[in-house]
């Protein structure tokens, strides 16, 4: 045998990572079947997010929403090239290893779907990189501690309302910058304040950013919304009801992809912007009632 | 050093990387910012040009099982995409090169199938060419930049330097 294959290492930290950066700057969006995901892949999505349903039909359905059969996954995994990647419950680290075991590009522990546990997955025994959602610093730092190697902002999915997605992507930017300049000291009480490990908060306060890919998620539907995300520091967006909830879910995916790439641009961005048709229509986070809200799962 | 992102700025620059991702996404873009025709002139014109794991794919002449109208062709070799298979599949792995152990990064990597006459193998794995050169392209199928070890960055930083020198010499 020879001697160089002994050292051959799957699943490390920097596997996981790596993945997760080699999705910066792109699109991730959810699919339901083959035919979206060969939509999605051709308009330039990076990867795609294979569900039973898109979050505003499981809003709308209500009841106990779980992982989606393994077929429907592994059907979308045969029909594209790109990665794939799919949803588990916080907590239910069960389907978490039905997914690893489907050989799923990564997984989102989610909060569209019914929480399992009042705890988060322990990621780091998964060889499988994880994505996780937070709304602030705090939420960010505990599930990278947990072994996430990408954060997305949590927004409220599956209302076509960026408002949320906003809220905590400018909550955790903004608690970022408010860590420069501390001492030791300061900093181990901002990591009791917000209940996460001193040598994670340490490390972002260094970096000034997270130390994993900081995407936007969570009512994005249209190529402004995306480039709002992406001005705002985002390193790419996540699309779930935005594009197949549209009227023209291909030219909207084209468009978002587009938006993600030229977010710096006005001119491009006005370009893509014309006659997309309907987006989807959406519901006014105002008019949710507390217990509606997705975004207060997981903690 | 500058990132990229539109067209009209490629011209002026001694040399280029294209790096990872997904090829797809990549090739998409390259074309709708009219950045492709970019590449391709300054490739021809014998300026460097590096491209890692989607960069080198799009830089090929051709994907196995695929129907591609964004390959470059500026690099005489044949890949065949997530030839070791899915993320499950992605793997760390010390190299030989230069006399000591490269800790190389392979990530949904692609696989050099077939390489022309002129193509150099500049390091392999598992039999197969991992990093190749011909004249001023440079290819290699894993992440150089998630490596602490940046000798396969020198490697290309090399080719750009020689050939700022052979056109300064053929200025004189």
Redesign the interface.
């Known amino acids: 045998m ?1 001697k ?2 002994e ?6 930290d ?2 996981k990572l ?2 997760a ?6 699109v991730i969006m959810d699919v339901v079947n083959e035919k979206q995901a060969i939509i999605a ?1 051709n308009a ?4 795609v997010m294979a569900l039973h349903a898109v979050p505003a039909d499981i809003r709308k359905a209500g009841g106990v929403a779980r992982m989606a059969d393994p077929a429907i996954i592994e059907e979308i ?1 045969n029909a594209v ?3 794939v990647m799919a949803k588990v419950r916080i907590g239910h680290f069960a389907e978490a290893e039905i997914l ?1 075991a489907l ?4 997984i989102d522990e989610s909060e569209v779907l019914t929480p399992a546990d009042e705890s988060h997955i322990d990621k780091k025994r998964f ?3 994880f994505v996780c959602g937070a709304r602030n610093l705090g939420e960010a730092l505990r599930r990278i501690d947990e072994g996430a190697a990408m954060i997305r902002t949590k927004g409220e999915a599956g209302t076509g309302d960026v408002k949320e997605a906003v809220r905590h992507f400018k909550a955790i930017m903004g608690e970022i910058r408010s860590l420069k300049g501390k001492t030791n000291e300061e900093l181990k009480d901002v990591a009791y304040k917000i209940n996460a490990p001193f040598e994670i908060v340490k490390e972002t306060a260094i970096l000034q950013r997270l130390p994993v890919v900081n995407f936007a998620a969570g009512g994005i539907a249209t190529p402004a919304d995306a480039a709002l995300m992406m001005k705002l520091g985002a390193d790419g967006v996540f699309v779930g009801s935005g594009i197949f909830k549209s009227e023209n879910p291909q030219k909207m995916a084209e468009a978002i ?2 938006a993600v ?2 977010y710096d ?1 006005p001119k491009r961005l006005l370009e893509v912007s014309k006659r997309l048709g309907e987006p989807m229509k959406g519901i006014d986070i105002e008019s949710l009632s507390d217990k509606e809200m997705l975004q207060t799962r997981g903690f | 050093m500058i990132r990229i ?2 067209a009209g700025i490629l011209p002026y620059c001694d040399g280029i990387v294209i790096p ?3 090829s ?2 990549i090739g ?2 390259l074309k ?2 009219g950045m492709f025709d970019e590449i391709k002139d300054f490739g021809m014109n014998g300026k460097p040009i590096l491209g890692t ?2 960069g080198l794919i799009l830089l090929s002449k051709g994907v196995y099982g ?1 129907e591609r109208d964004d390959l470059i062709e500026l690099l005489d070799v044949y890949v065949e ?2 030839s070791y ?12 090169f230069q006399n000591r152990l490269f800790n190389a ?1 392979f ?2 990597a692609p696989v050099i199938k077939r390489v022309g006459n002129n193509v150099k193998v500049l390091a392999e ?2 039999n197969s060419p991992i990093a190749v050169l011909e004249g001023n392209i440079m290819g290699f199928c894993f ?1 150089p930049e ?1 490596s602490r070890d940046l000798i396969f960055q020198d490697l290309f930083l090399e080719l750009v330097r020689s050939n700022l020198r052979k056109l300064k010499t053929n200025k004189i």
């Open positions: 020879d160089k294959l050292s051959l290492r799957y699943g490390t920097l596997i790596g993945f950066k080699m999705q910066k700057g792109g892949e330039g999505a990076i990867a995994m090239t790109i990665p690893e050989g799923v590009d990564m060889k499988v990189p992809v587009e790439e030229s641009d | 992102k539109n990872g991702g997904e797809t996404t998409k873009g709708k910012k794991c989607a695929e995409r997530n298979g899915r993320q499950r599949e992605s793997f760390e792995i010390e190299v030989r990064v990530i949904r794995y598992n992440h998630l």
